[in-house]
Nanobody, 123 residues
Framework: QVQLVESGGGLVQAGGSLRLSCAAS????????MGWFRQAPGKKRELVAQ???????TYADSVKGRFTISRDNAKNTVYLQMNSLKPEDTAVYYC?????????????????WGQGTQVTVSS
């Protein structure tokens, strides 16, 4: 089991930026697909972005052009750069990992989850 620790959440005004980080406790991080999900109050957890072990990325339509997912295998860390933030981006953001290839986009495809970090965007 991999321990995932998120950081970087907070309160920001609309139009602002935040960068989330997720550090993973595994020696085989490069073989993991990584994802960022979010969950707003009363809503289902949804995919924000994912990055495969090979570096291929997938984004939710609602964040395309504003968010960028990246990974640093030397640091066992995945990032989510969030620009042009909107109030509707307000949610708890979760990092997720699965030791496989491909491009998993569903919550059930991931085996390990972080504790979540709150992102609040004020209007």
């Amino acid at each position: 089991q991999v321990q995932l620790v998120e950081s970087g959440g907070g309160l920001v005004q609309a139009g602002g930026s935040l960068r989330l980080s997720c550090a993973a406790s595994t020696r085989t991080f490069s073989s993991y697909a990584m994802g960022w999900f979010r969950q707003a109050p009363g809503k289902k957890r949804e995919l924000v972005a994912q990055i495969s072990s090979g570096g291929t990325t997938t984004y939710a339509d609602s964040v395309k052009g504003r968010f960028t997912i990246s990974r640093d295998n030397a640091k066992n860390t995945v990032y989510l750069q969030m620009n042009s933030l909107k109030p509707e981006d307000t949610a708890v953001y979760y990092c997720a990992a699965v030791p496989r290839g491909g491009w998993p986009v569903m919550t059930y495809e991931y085996t390990d989850w972080g504790q979540g970090t709150q992102v609040t965007v004020s209007s």
